[in-house]
């Protein structure tokens, strides 16, 4: 079975940096498309990053302006998002999501795997 676990959300003042991180099993981050997305309560799931087979990256540049890296560690076999000047509007619930297939545009429903989630929350 494919697994996806996020670890490294907390609560931090703004300002502050967060590295998240998706452990993964049962598939092989360097061979699948991985992304980041996160949740507010009473909102809509946003895209924040992808990086795909090849490498290839994209961030929802609205929302990151520059601010967060996704990278991925093969030999880990993990996918991490590096946080920094984080922003009050940034709490939300992360998810790492994994697809074996292929994206098309990289909407949240070619994700055919998700993990739980992991809060960060951050005070003003």
């Known amino acids: 079975q494919v697994h996806l676990v996020e670890s490294g959300g907390g609560l931090v003042q703004a300002g502050g940096s967060l590295r998240l991180s998706c452990a993964a099993s049962?598939?092989?981050?360097?061979?699948?498309?991985m992304g980041w997305f996160r949740q507010a309560p009473g909102k809509e799931r946003e895209f924040v990053a992808k990086i795909i087979r090849s490498g290839d990256i994209v961030y929802n540049a609205a929302s990151v302006k520059g601010r967060f890296t996704i990278s991925r560690d093969n030999a880990k076999n993990t996918v991490y998002l590096q946080m920094n000047s984080l922003k009050p509007e940034d709490s939300a619930v992360y998810y790492c999501?994994?697809?074996?297939?292929?994206?098309?545009?990289?909407?949240?429903?070619?994700?055919?795997?998700w993990g739980q989630g992991t809060q960060v929350t951050v005070s003003s």
């Open positions: 049962g598939l092989s981050v360097s061979g699948s498309a």
């Open positions: 999501a994994a697809t074996k297939g292929y994206l098309e545009v990289g909407l949240p429903r070619e994700f055919d795997y």
